[in-house]
DNA sequence: CCGCCTAAGACAATCGTTTGTCTAGCTTAT
DNA sequence: ATAAGCTAGACAAACGATTGTCTTAGGCGG
C-alpha cells in the first residue's frame, strides 16, 4: 500500500477567551437537591473522598424537586406530541431542567430505545494523514446527524480487526466504517468500507474513482503536448494498485497514447519516503529512453523522482513533467511544488458517514459501491513540452 | 517577492463534471447473518421496517435456553466469586455463551454499574497531523487498558468546545482528555489537557519539556560550533511560542549564547505552509548581520527559511545551520532534510491517557503537570560551522 | 424424626429513560 | 342528573445487565 502522509504544523491556535458562561454547577453530595440557587455562577467545586465524578442530576431527582413523577418531566423535555400538558407546566419544567443543568443520560435512553446514535470506525492507523483526513470526513458528517462515534485502530493486527466489531456492537454501535482495512466477514449492522480490499456482503465500498484519476492526469498531459509518458506502477501490496494501473491502461489507450513497456517501471519497496521513487528513476534513465512526462504512483514516489531527475542534469518541469497522487500536503512545499492527482479524502469520508447513515435509517436500496471523483491539482511540476525535452 | 510556491491558495483546480454519481451497484437485499440458527429458540430476524441489526442474544435468552434465571448466568460468566455454582452448570453456560456468541451489552452493563470505561477526547482537527498522532498515543494506552474512547473535532468554535464536553458526559465518558483545546471550566470529571493553554483547577497538564528542548537545540549548535545564531520567535497566538522562547532564553544564557536582538525574528502570520518563515529571512538578510545558524520556530517556518537562504545565495548547511522543531514528516523529505527538536507527540497521548486513567480510578495525588522530554533528531540541515560561514 | 446447614439457584431491586395505559377529577352535552 | 369526554398527570413495564437477599431441597447430625 502507497503512503500518505500529512504535515502538522505548529499551528496550535489560541482563541480568544470566551467568557459566555453556561449556567452549570450544582455542587451538592446529597441526592435530592434543595439547591434554590443564584444564578449560575462557576464555583470551583471542592472534590471531597475520591476523584468521582459528582452524580448528574437524574429525571426522578428532577421529579421529585418539581412534585411530578419522571415520566411527566421526560414527556416535557422531550416534546412528546399528543400528550395534554399545561403550558405552565411545561415551563416549570424547563426551568428546572436549566437550573439543575439536567442532561439527560444518553446511555439509559439508548438502552430503552434501542439505539444509540453511535457508529465504530476502524482503522490501521492513527496517525497516518490519509487516514485521518477520511475520518476527519467521518466526523465532521456524523456530528452534524448527531451519531457519535468510538474509533479504534488496529495496526493491522488480524485479530483486533476481528475482535474491535464485536467490541463495538457490544457496546452498541449501530454501523461500522473501516477504513483501508480487510474485514474478513460479515456483520450483523451496516458496514462501510472506504479503500477496502475486499467484496464481502453487507459492506458498501467506498473508493475513488480510478477511471477518473487517471483521465485527468492523462488528459492533462496530453494537452500539454507530452507523448513520450513514463508510468509508475504501485507496488502489488497496495490496495489501489492495480486499480490505477488497469485505469492508466484503459485511458491510455483511449486518447491515444501508447503505454510502453521499457517506459514503465514498477515499485516494489515498501517505504514511505522518496528512496521509493528514486532508485528506479535512475534506472529508467540509465536506459536513454526518450521520455518528455513521468506519471507517479504517489507524490512520495514523485518526490524522490524528481530528485534523481535533478540528480541526471535534468529539470522538472523543463525537461520533464512530474504528475503526483494523493496531494500530500508536503507536495505544496516541495520545490518545484507537484501537479497531484488529489483524492478528497476529506468527501470519501463524508459520503461513508453519508451512506452508512442512510442504511441505518433502513434505507434498502443503498448502494453497493460508491466512486468519488479525484480532482487534478495544478502546480509547478508540469509544463508544456518544450524544445529541449528529453532525448538523447 | 516572487512567489517560489504555489500552495493551496494559488493553485488552479479542475473539477471533472459530476460523472455517474454515487449509485453504481444496487444490492438487492442484505440478508442479515444468520450464521448462527441452530436448536433452541432460533430468534427469526425479519426486517420489520427498517434493515435493523438482528437482534443480539440477550442474558435472558440465554437463560431461558438454559433454563437458569439470568442471574445465575450473569454469575457464570462473570466469574462472581463467593458464589457455590457446581462447575457442571458453569460448563453449560459457557458452552452456551459461545454457541449463540453471546455478547453482554456494555450499555447495559454501564448503566447498571455506573461505569462505562469510556472517555472522551476533543481536539480541534482531525486531519491536522500533530493532533492525530497525539491521539494515537491516547487510543495505544486506553485500548489496551480496555477503555474506549469517543472523539470530537470542535475546528476551535467556541460553541463546540463548550458543548461536546458535556455531550461525552451525557454518553457516559468518565473523563475527557483535550488536545490543544482551551477549555473554559471545571468539569465535574478528571480532565487532561495536552498542549493546553490554560490552568484550569482540575485539569492536567501535559506538554513539552521546553526547557530540554532548548538545551538540546542549543547545545548542538554551541557543539557545531555556532556563536552566532539567530532566533525565531513563533506567534503570539500559538500556545508554545512563549514558553519556548522562555526556555532559549534562560538556555542561552547558561551555555553563554548571546540572543541578540537584531538577530531575533518574530513570527506574526497565521500559516501552516513554509511561506511563514520566507520573508522573515529575507528581511533578517537585508541587515546584513553575521550569523552561522538559524533557531526556527517549527519545521514549516524552516523550510520556508531555508528557501530563502538559499535565493540569497546561502547555502544550508554549509553556510548556514538550521534547526527546526516538531520533526513533522516533511522534515524527513525535504533537501536537505532538517535537523529538529522532535516533540513526542505518541508519548504525550500516552501519558494523557495514563494520567486520565490514574484519575478516574481515583488516585488523589495525581500530577498536575507533567512535561515529555523532547528528542533532537539529526538530520542534514546542520553543520559545524565552517570557514566560509555567513559573514558580510 | 426433627432441626439445621449448605448448595444451587431463583427473586427482585436497581441503573435512568421511554412510552403505552390508566385514573381522578372536572367540564360539557343531552 | 348522568354519561361521555377531556385534562393532567400517575403508574408501570420495559431495555439488559448486576447483585444483595431469599427460597428450596437435600444431606447431615443429634
Request: aromatic content about 6%; charged content about 20%; glycine content about 8%.
Amino acid at each position: 500500500m502507497h503512503t500518505h502522509f500529512r504535515v502538522s504544523g505548529g499551528r496550535r491556535t489560541i482563541r480568544p477567551a470566551q467568557t459566555g458562561g453556561i449556567l452549570n454547577g450544582i455542587e451538592d453530595d446529597s441526592p435530592i437537591s434543595k439547591h434554590q440557587g443564584s444564578s449560575g455562577k462557576n464555583m470551583a467545586q471542592e472534590k471531597k473522598g475520591p476523584s468521582r465524578a459528582a452524580k448528574p442530576v437524574s429525571l426522578k431527582i428532577l421529579a421529585d424537586y418539581l412534585g411530578l413523577c419522571p415520566a411527566t418531566v421526560s414527556l416535557v423535555l422531550n416534546n412528546v406530541p399528543g400528550r395534554s400538558i399545561p403550558q405552565e407546566t411545561r415551563e416549570r419544567v424547563r426551568a428546572a431542567a436549566r437550573k439543575f443543568n439536567y442532561q439527560p443520560s444518553l446511555l439509559a435512553r439508548s438502552l430503552r430505545k434501542q439505539r444509540t446514535f453511535t457508529v465504530g470506525v476502524l482503522v490501521p492507523e492513527l496517525s497516518d494523514g490519509y487516514h485521518t483526513m477520511v475520518m476527519s470526513g467521518i466526523g465532521d458528517h456524523l456530528m452534524q446527524e448527531g451519531y457519535f462515534y468510538f474509533s479504534a485502530h488496529h495496526r493491522h493486527k488480524p485479530d483486533l480487526v476481528e475482535e474491535y466489531p464485536r467490541l463495538f456492537m457490544g457496546r452498541g454501535a449501530e454501523g461500522i466504517i473501516a477504513i483501508d482495512t480487510a474485514l474478513e466477514h460479515e456483520l450483523p449492522v451496516p458496514v462501510v468500507a472506504v479503500a477496502g480490499h475486499k467484496q464481502i456482503a453487507g459492506v458498501t465500498n467506498v473508493r475513488l474513482d480510478h477511471k477518473h484519476a487517471a483521465e485527468l492526469a492523462l488528459r492533462h498531459l496530453h494537452q500539454l503536448g507530452h507523448r513520450h509518458i513514463a508510468f509508475m506502477r504501485g507496488q502489488p501490496f497496495s490496495s489501489d494498485s492495480n486499480d490505477r494501473w488497469k485505469s492508466i491502461v484503459a485511458v491510455a489507450r483511449e486518447i491515444g497514447i501508447e503505454i510502453r513497456p521499457e517506459l514503465t517501471i514498477q515499485l516494489e519497496k515498501d517505504l514511505t519516503s522518496p528512496e521509493l521513487g528514486y532508485p528506479v528513476i535512475q534506472q529508467l534513465l540509465s536506459h536513454k529512453r526518450r521520455f518528455t512526462a513521468l506519471v507517479s504512483f504517489n507524490d512520495i514516489a514523485a518526490i524522490g523522482a524528481i530528485r534523481a531527475l535533478r540528480d541526471a542534469n535534468l529539470s522538472v518541469p523543463e525537461d520533464v513533467s512530474v504528475v503526483g497522487f494523493d496531494d500530500i500536503s508536503a507536495a505544496a512545499y516541495h520545490n518545484p511544488s507537484l501537479t497531484t492527482i488529489r483524492q478528497p479524502l476529506h468527501d470519501m469520508g463524508q459520503s461513508a458517514a453519508r451512506i452508512l447513515l442512510q442504511r441505518i435509517q433502513g434505507f434498502k436500496d443503498y448502494p453497493k459501491e460508491c466512486a468519488v471523483p479525484p480532482e487534478l491539482i495544478i502546480r509547478e511540476s508540469t509544463a508544456p513540452v518544450s524544445g529541449r525535452s528529453h532525448s538523447r
